[in-house]
């Protein structure tokens, strides 16, 4: 059974940070590159920051600069560190796992940032 959870969002003031965690299990993680997406508009999922298996990463220009992604394979896990947050920040933060054809998604976690 694969599992995607999620963890670290919550409430930050405007210009603060926080730190995503997904913890995978139940695939070799060390293979799939991972993703972070969040809820836009319309319920989509758009796209954040992407880490490849051998660890190349890209962002959205909307996140460039402030958010970086990072993974450790020892632990099967992929983090999000979000830095100078911003009010347009606040949605609910999606960890994806992406190998071939195989996609699997976490259940997601609410980041709300106060202006």
């Known amino acids: 059974q694969v599992q995607l959870v999620e963890s670290g969002g919550g409430l930050v003031q405007a210009g603060g940070s926080l730190r995503l965690s997904c913890v995978v299990s139940?695939?070799?993680?060390?293979?799939?590159?991972m993703g972070w997406y969040r809820r836009a508009p319309g319920d989509q999922r758009e796209w954040v920051a992407s880490?490849?298996?051998?660890?190349?990463?890209k962002y959205a220009d909307s996140v460039e600069g402030r958010f970086s992604i990072y993974r450790s394979n020892a632990d099967n896990t992929v983090y999000l560190q979000m830095n100078s947050l911003k009010h347009e920040d606040t949605t609910v933060y999606y960890c994806r796992a992406a190998q071939g054809g195989r996609v699997y998604w976490g259940q997601g976690t609410q980041v709300t940032v106060s202006s």
């Open positions: 139940g695939i070799i993680f060390r293979n799939y590159a």
């Open positions: 880490i490849t298996s051998g660890g190349s990463r």
